[in-house]
């Protein structure tokens, strides 16, 4: 049964995503109808967003449109057997959804008997390949967790949280999306001098800081945590630096220093955007360790 719970409005939506997407790129009703194998008053229901509307949750909801996305290149490129691979990325970002936990939430709303369950394992005991993904991604919790418990003891640490608020993540062995990555939702501000979290680190919860990283992470996989700090000049020591743009480009030049450990991203502030330094490393211990000798 949960599983039938969580891909009925999963599935919905993420056909209503490809259908605009590829209605986007010049695509007539008649062939989005017979290439999706979906009747053509179903695509023009989508198309005027009549059909499957409701809200389902934030995570899955940016779920859906990143395989969208990637189901829309599949059939824009005529990608061969792009159906059968269509279906096998929605049901990869499906089993993540799960074992992330996002199911657990909307099992709950749709179905009030797992509202009373303990324990329930329903969705992470399919196969092993599962579990172990649910026991990493465990460990990023707790260190992500932990990062955040010696942050709050650095001396003076406030002074380098951007207005906008803190950003730590840190991500899998394998990052291939943003829904590998954990951060904080809501990010991380000041309270009367002390550090503070809207609530735990969740997979999924950092979008903009988390696509950064899913740069990094291609060009250079050591880099696995990244934490944005505010931009003071002269604020990193012996640290190579490399300028960006990242609202504006959302690339990262190449001349990146495998070797070198630390890597500061500048974001220069302009106007009405503040300037960010992105400080990245193998693991959040390591940008711990750092900050510390910089603000202690």
Request: hydrophobic fraction near 40%; proline fraction near 4%.
């Amino acid at each position: 049964m949960p599983c039938e719970l969580l891909q009925e409005p999963y599935f919905a939506k993420v056909r209503a995503e490809v259908v605009k997407m590829l209605k986007r790129n010049g695509w007539t009703q008649t062939r989005i109808a017979d290439e999706l194998n979906l009747s053509q008053p179903l695509v023009s229901q989508y198309l005027r967003k009549k059909a499957h509307s409701v809200q389902i949750n934030k995570r899955m909801d940016l779920a859906v449109r990143e395989v969208a996305d990637e189901i829309t290149g599949l059939f824009l490129t005529g990608k061969a057997n792009r159906t059968v691979l269509a279906v096998e990325t929605i049901c990869r970002q499906c089993k993540l959804l799960r074992t992330n936990g996002v199911g657990c939430s909307i099992h709950m709303s749709v179905s009030p008997i797992f509202q009373t369950l303990s324990g329930c394992s329903s969705c992470h005991l399919t196969n092993s390949g599962i579990e172990l993904l649910t026991s990493e991604r465990r460990e990023i919790i707790q260190r992500l967790e932990t990062a955040f418990s010696q942050l709050q003891k650095l001396y003076s640490i406030k002074r380098l949280v951007p207005q906008i608020g803190l950003q730590v993540v840190y991500g899998t062995t394998s990052i291939s999306s943003i829904l590998d990555i954990a951060g904080f939702p809501g990010r991380v501000s000041v309270y009367k001098g002390n550090l503070i979290k809207v609530s735990n680190p969740e997979f999924g919860a950092s979008e903009h800081t988390a696509r950064l990283l899913v740069l990094l992470h291609n060009l250079h996989p050591k880099y696995r945590a990244v934490i944005g700090l505010s931009f003071i000049p002269d604020l990193l020591k012996n640290i190579h630096k490399i300028d960006i743009e990242f609202d504006v480009t959302n690339t990262i030049p190449g001349g990146l220093d495998p070797d070198g450990g630390l890597l500061a991203l500048v974001n220069r502030p302009s106007v009405g955007i503040e300037g960010i330094i992105y400080l990245c490393a193998d693991s959040p211990e390591t940008l711990v360790d750092y900050l510390s000798g910089l603000v202690s």
